[in-house]
Structures are given as C-alpha cells and as structure tokens.
C-alpha cells in the first residue's frame, strides 16, 4: 500500500468577496511542482466563482459545510448537491467552529459525510481535542472518539481524509509539539485501520492549527502527517504557496 497523497486545503471561513479570487489565482499561478494535491474552500458563494476562476489548474475548490439532506425547508443551509453543482469537489466537515457554535455531535456530522459522499464530495472530516480535554490527558480519547462516530460505514473504499485540529491551536498561534501531533496522527491512524482495514491506510491525515510558512516544514514532515488544513494563512497566495512548499 502507498502512501496517501499529500492533501494542502485552505480554509478560508466567513472571508472573502469576488475580489478575493485573486488570491486564489495567486495560489494557481505559484504553483510548481508540488507532491500535494492543493485545495481551496472558500465560503458557499465563491465556490461557483472559484471553481470557474480555478478550472484550467489543479488547485481543487470544496465547501466548508453541507447539509445532511439534499433538499428541503432548511432557510440559510447548502446541501452537498448544492456545492457539487457550484463545482466543488471536496467539503470540510464537523469543523470545530461548527461542533462548537451549533452544537454538531459526531452522528450529524458522519449524517454530512454520508450526504457528501451522495453528491460526490470528497470529504475532509475535523476532528481535535479542547485544551481542556488536553489538560485532563484526554486528547487521544476525545480524537479517536471522534474519528469513530464521525465516520460512517459508508466511507469503506471511497477518497476521504480526516484533519486533526485541536480546538486551542486554530487561529491562536499555538501548535502541539511535534511528538504531541505525531502521537494523535498515529492514533488516528490505528483508528482509521480497526474502522476501515487497509483502505484505511490510504485516508491522508491532515494537520489543522496555525499552520504557517515558518513551522509548515516541520509539521508536514511529522510522521503520520499527510497535509494541511490552514486557515488565517490561506488567505494570501504568498503564505498558502509557503506552506505548500515546505512540503
Ligand atoms: C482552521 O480553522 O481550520 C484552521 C486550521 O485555522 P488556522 O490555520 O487559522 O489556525
């Protein structure tokens, strides 16, 4: 079994007007020769503009969130059709913001990757302990955990990968050491095989949290690392094309 490929996404959050694309020409035009396939999830309604402004390079467009059911009376919400439809390929899923903010328990977001599996979403699934959790020597516990409930039988045999982001290290300037994120990527891993066999072995296992042109080099060369999954620092071409190239 090779290794997965390298996955680099960005996430770019609630930022970004039609202006913002050139950043993501940017990341387009900078690109050499990189081992990484290279992702930019900008919100819902740059990811038709994106795709279009993105279409003759291989840098990938996903959403950040979807829906669990494909249509229906759900005001403000996108379904995973939506964003296929709007030429997304992948989707960020039980992002931490939304485990937090609305209250997303792992069976609603293993429900989303089920739907975006539907729609033809590759899924990224966010998984990371609180600092609290930390504290209390519960980080593998929480992680794996997660890594169980939030992902469904249904993933056996389809491109996915999981993302690990510890609450405290996203948007704070703060990562684990390196041996703290070796340890949880290894852990998933282990997680990954008892759920999945050997196919679980193909699932990349991004690193989420602060990750920036400085400590990229050294997170993404961890072992177990299979990427990124950046957010304040995918917002720029020049820091994105950084990161992508300490890999
Ligand atoms: C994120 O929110 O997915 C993230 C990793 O953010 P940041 O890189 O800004 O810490």
């Given at each position: 079994m090779t290794s997965p490929t390298p996955l680099i996404a960005g996430n770019w959050k609630m930022n970004g007007v039609a202006a913002s694309l050139i950043e993501a020409q940017g990341v387009a035009a900078g690109l050499g020769e990189t081992k990484a396939r290279v992702a930019i999830c900008p919100p819902a309604t740059l990811v038709e503009?994106?795709?279009?402004?993105?279409?003759?390079?291989?840098?990938?467009?996903?959403?950040?969130?979807?829906?669990?059911?494909?249509?229906?009376a759900f005001t403000g919400d996108v379904a995973?059709?939506?964003?296929?439809?709007?030429?997304?390929?992948?989707?960020?899923?039980?992002?931490?913001?939304r485990r937090a903010g609305y209250g997303e328990s792992d069976a609603v977001v293993a429900a989303k990757v089920e739907a975006a599996l539907r729609a033809g979403l590759e899924p990224i699934v966010c998984v990371g302990e609180t600092l609290e959790e930390r504290k209390a020597e519960k980080a593998l516990e929480v992680v794996t955990g997660q890594v169980r409930g939030s992902l469904p039988a249904a993933l056996a045999g389809q491109a996915f990968s999981v993302a690990y982001e510890p609450v405290w290290a996203i948007g704070?300037?703060?990562?684990?050491?390196?041996?703290?994120?070796?340890?949880?990527?290894?852990?998933?891993?282990?997680a990954l095989v008892e759920l999945f066999g050997d196919h679980g072995k193909s699932a990349a296992i991004l690193y989420g949290g602060s990750v920036k042109p400085s400590n990229a080099a050294e997170i993404l060369h961890a072992r177990e690392v299979g990427g990124a999954l950046v957010g304040g620092a995918s917002l720029k071409a020049e820091d994105f094309l950084g990161i992508i190239g300490a890999l």
């Open positions: 503009r994106a795709a279009a402004a993105l279409k003759a390079s291989p840098v990938l467009v996903g959403g950040q969130d979807c829906r669990a059911e494909a249509s229906g995973a059709e939506m964003l296929a439809d709007a030429g997304a390929r992948l989707v960020i899923l039980g992002h931490s913001e704070t300037g703060l990562t684990p050491t390196t041996a703290e994120i070796e340890e949880v990527h290894v852990a998933i891993r282990a």
